[in-house]
């Protein structure tokens, strides 16, 4: 049984004139359970629309998605809200941490809006030193490098032991050493938490290494050169 | 992690917002609560004290006056009254004491009053006390010229036993207006938080008979204090029908209570005009919560979209931004009690150095309670509006960028 099947959805924008502009159109997708993708597609194709679809923080204009048997559109917001809570983990390209909190909290915050986790900061101190933050702890996100921030993104996305991971353009802002890094611990880490990850991307060093590659163009009929709004 | 945790963090993050509209809100519950503290225990503290006495003789004139004068150590007397008329209430037997005082000298600022050691003797000023004495003092002898010193006067003036001084002639300090009599100090009454404290006490011929006053003087006296027996039940109403209706030369203040209770009625509309500051500067307070929460949106709206995006439901979001905005409001009204100890205090020094009557800060109030939970509530309102906004964010747009 895939952990997540998508059919006929659709997720259209208005532009400023009025008009309407098609971003995903996707007739057929799936992604088996611990399975690792790759989702290849240029900037602007609508691949972060897709993910935000599948995360419940868009809602499509139609079609299903369905993520380990729960079907989004007969869930209402905070239901889909939870189901992001407990079952998905997201690692952004531009990281998206909370400045105001030190690494750990960073992580309990991953923690804080699924089910109660015990020892949660003895959890949350291990996910750290599996993306060898360890000795970061107590530091904010700024006294970080870029890739050390990336692998707190990580630990946090990993925080509520999530069935998918989803991750956007994660190595778009790193240099190529620590894109390797980050890439090899998103991947090991998914692996060894059983969790399945579906990535985006156009970088074709990254795409290399994926055994599971997906044309976001060939699934997708749309056009692809236009920014969704 | 709770909800709780998340907004300490955005209140340490805003942490100068914080401070400062905390700041605002400690202003406006220290001044709503002093107000109000103030106006109540000093209108409670005012009508309650009496010397022990329940009415005031004296010439003609207004009530308030009288007991200001008599009592309180405030004001100009409205005129003397004869000895006669001294005796004539003293041997009224509804009277159980009556105590004759003459005012009309000072020194340096504080009153000279004279009067009998009856007022000492056997007046209780509240119930079951009665003026004492520190250590190594005496009462004056009413035939030499002796005086016994306030305990509010003696720290002042820095007065001991044994010291000599000359009065000045007036209510009001004049340094040209100094009689050649010389008193000594011989007795320090012990504190009484009454306005007796504010007084120095002498022989009553001593007013009477000082150089360079009236020679009419001499049998005449300022007020006379009275107490009522107990059991007279219809004594007060009448000696007021003899001497304020039947008579036209002398007037007779009483109830005391009830002419002080006058008195807080007439300065009712500051007391008015405060408490409406004060509500006004809780409004302004609270806008600036809304204000300073308001502006911070736009810098907020990443960080809501990341919580969003973790999972956070909007109702979460938007009562996380309430807590916040009623947690400033909590914030300063703790500080707020700090700003009501020290506007009370100065209050409460001042209406002392004025009357000796003494107010405590720290005497609970209902005010304390209810101040701080309206300014909660209306802080908590103040956050609605971005509350609202914040509820409204949108997640996909603010996790930018797209790919």
């Not at chain 1, 809200?81 to 915050?109: H, K, P, S, W």
């Not at chain 2, 409670?44 to 004139?61: I, K």
């Not at chain 2, 150089?211 to 049998?219: E, L, Q, R, Y």
């Not at chain 2, 204000?291 to 909007?314: D, T």
Request: hydrophobic share 45%; aromatic share 8%.
């Amino acid at each position: 049984m895939p952990l997540l099947e998508i059919s006929k959805l659709v997720k259209t924008f208005i532009r400023p004139d009025g008009s309407e502009h098609t971003v995903v159109n996707l007739n057929s997708f799936r992604l088996d359970d611990k399975m690792q993708m790759a989702l290849k597609g240029e900037s602007g194709s609508g691949k972060t629309t897709l993910l935000h679809l599948i995360a419940g923080i868009l809602k499509p204009d139609a079609g299903n998605i369905v993520i380990a048997g729960q079907k989004m559109s007969f869930l209402s917001e905070p239901q889909r809200d939870r189901l992001r809570a407990t079952t998905i983990g997201y690692i952004f390209q531009t990281f998206n941490l909370m400045q105001g909190y030190t690494c750990v909290e960073n992580v309990l915050l991953g923690m804080s809006f699924g089910p109660k986790v015990d020892h949660a900061f003895a959890k949350a101190l291990l996910l750290l030193k599996r993306v060898g933050l360890e000795n970061h702890s107590a530091h904010l996100p700024r006294q970080l490098s870029t890739g050390q921030q990336q692998r707190l993104a990580v630990a946090r996305a990993l925080a509520n032991d999530p069935k998918l991971v989803l991750a956007d353009e994660p190595t778009g802002n790193l240099d190529q050493k620590n894109a390797q890094r980050s890439l090899a611990i998103i991947r090991e880490t998914c692996r060894e938490n059983g969790a399945a990850l579906l990535l985006v991307t156009h970088d074709r060093e990254v795409i290399s290494q994926f055994e599971n590659v997906q044309e976001f163009a060939d699934i997708n009929q749309t056009s692809q050169e236009e920014t969704p709004p | 992690m709770t909800i709780w945790f998340i907004v300490f963090k955005s209140l340490k993050q805003h942490a100068f917002s914080t401070i400062v509209t905390a700041l605002s809100v400690a202003l406006a519950g220290g001044l709503l609560m002093s107000v109000w503290s103030i106006k109540e225990q000093s209108e409670a503290t005012f009508t309650n004290v009496n010397a022990g006495f329940d009415a005031v003789l004296g010439a003609r004139g207004s009530k308030l006056q009288l007991v200001l004068n008599a009592i309180f150590n405030l004001e100009s007397s409205p005129g003397n009254l004869e000895w006669s008329d001294f005796l004539d209430i003293q041997k009224n037997p509804d009277v159980e004491l009556a105590v004759p005082i003459a005012v009309g000298d000072n020194y340096r600022g504080y009153r000279i009053v004279g009067t009998t050691l009856d007022l000492f003797e056997e007046t209780e000023y509240a119930p079951g006390k009665k003026f004492a004495l520190q250590p190594g003092g005496n009462w004056f002898d009413p035939l030499r010229r002796e005086a016994v010193v306030g305990d509010f006067v003696a720290r002042k003036m820095k007065l001991k036993v044994g010291d000599t001084f000359h009065p000045f002639h007036g209510l009001i300090f004049d340094e040209k207006n100094q009689h050649s009599e010389t008193y000594v100090v011989v007795g320090i009454l012990k504190p009484s938080n009454t306005p007796a404290d504010q007084v120095i006490w002498i022989p009553l011929e001593g007013i009477q008979k000082m150089s360079g006053h009236d020679p009419k003087m001499a049998t005449e006296v300022s007020a006379v204090l009275v107490k009522l027996k107990a059991d007279s039940a219809l004594a007060g109403f009448q000696m007021d029908q003899m001497y304020n209706r039947q008579g036209n030369r002398l007037t007779f203040a009483w109830p005391i209570a009830t002419i002080m209770a006058e008195l807080f009625d007439k300065i009712g509309w500051f007391d008015r005009v405060l408490a409406m500051v004060s509500y006004l500067v809780a409004i302004v307070a609270s806008a600036s919560i809304l204000a300073s929460i308001y502006n911070s949106m736009n810098e907020r709206r990443r960080e809501i979209a990341i919580l969003r995006a973790l999972g956070a439901r909007r109702i979460t979001i938007f009562t996380s931004i309430l807590i916040e905005a009623a947690s400033i409001s909590a914030l300063g009204m703790l500080i707020g009690f700090a700003v009501y100890v020290a506007i009370f205090s100065i209050a409460a020094s001042i209406i002392r150095e004025q009357t000796g009557v003494v107010l405590d800060p720290l005497k609970f109030n209902a005010i304390m309670l209810w101040a701080p939970a309206m300014l909660i509530v209306l802080g908590a309102l103040a956050g609605i509006i971005p509350a609202i906004k914040a509820y409204r964010t949108d997640v996909a747009q603010n996790l930018a960028p797209t790919s």
